[in-house]
């Protein structure tokens, strides 16, 4: 079986922000859509998750997560979509799979936009220039073992 979304959020998690870590083992417990719908919740409010300080301060572990999933469940293409588009698609889903969908290879074209969402949603979270860069580096990097050009 390929790499999922879990797994590519652990791994970079674990490179550029292991103090968060904890978080997302506390999220783990739930299954990727409850994931997402936490994160994206929490991301639209600016809300911590109730678990405790430490985790108030994370802000990898959203910008990942929900980037990845949407690479995955709607394409590089429907990730780069206006946040009304997003989330009238994610309302009218129906079902859950069965099981966790695979990271798709990706294009080195799919790749740069990849990088670019993460720059600009960790922006958007506060992360610095530098680190979001850093960030987006690393999931790339990550995203591109999994069979990308």
Known sequence: MGSTVRHVVRDVVAARAPGEL?????????DDEEVGRALRGR????????????????????????VVDEVVNR???????????????????????EEAAEVPALTREQ???????????GAAAGIGPKEAEAL?????????????E
């Open 22 to 30: 904890a978080l997302l083992d506390t999220l783990l417990v739930l």
């Open 43 to 66: 991301a639209r409010r600016g809300d911590t998750l109730g678990f405790g300080i430490a985790e108030a301060t994370a802000v990898v572990v959203p910008v990942v997560w929900l």
């Open 111 to 121: 790749l740069v936009v990849v990088h670019q969402l993460v720059v600009e949603r």
């Open 136 to 148: 987006a580096d690393a999931v790339v990097s990550r995203l591109a073992r999994d069979g990308g």
């Open 75 to 97: 394409g590089v293409g429907a990730a780069a979509d206006s946040v009304l588009g997003r989330l009238r698609s994610r309302f009218g889903r129906r079902g859950l799979p």
